[in-house]
């Protein structure tokens, strides 16, 4: 059974850069809700890499080291 699951991820990047990720997830089972947060995350990273987050200023860049202040990952 496949379980869907929405997630919100924001952080801060160098220079004081803020930034937001969404997405949707799915884990094979209940039990394999780990799996949800590690997809997630790494959904996440593609995003930022790839110039798809929002970013809290805009034309800044969002250079790393990244680092996640809140994540909410809940099922749809």
């Known amino acids: 059974m496949n379980i869907k699951y929405r997630y919100q991820i924001w952080g801060t990047a160098a220079k004081d850069q803020t930034w937001e990720c969404r ?8 039990g ?3 799996a949800a947060i590690s997809t997630s995350i790494g959904d996440a990273f593609q995003q930022l ?5 929002v970013y809290g200023h805009p034309g ?17």
């Open 60 to 76: 800044v860049g969002c250079n790393g080291p990244y680092r996640i202040t809140r994540m909410v990952i809940e099922e749809e």
């Open 49 to 53: 890499t790839q110039g798809r987050a």
């Open 23 to 30: 997405g949707n997830v799915k884990a094979e089972s209940l």
């Open 32 to 34: 394999n809700f780990m």
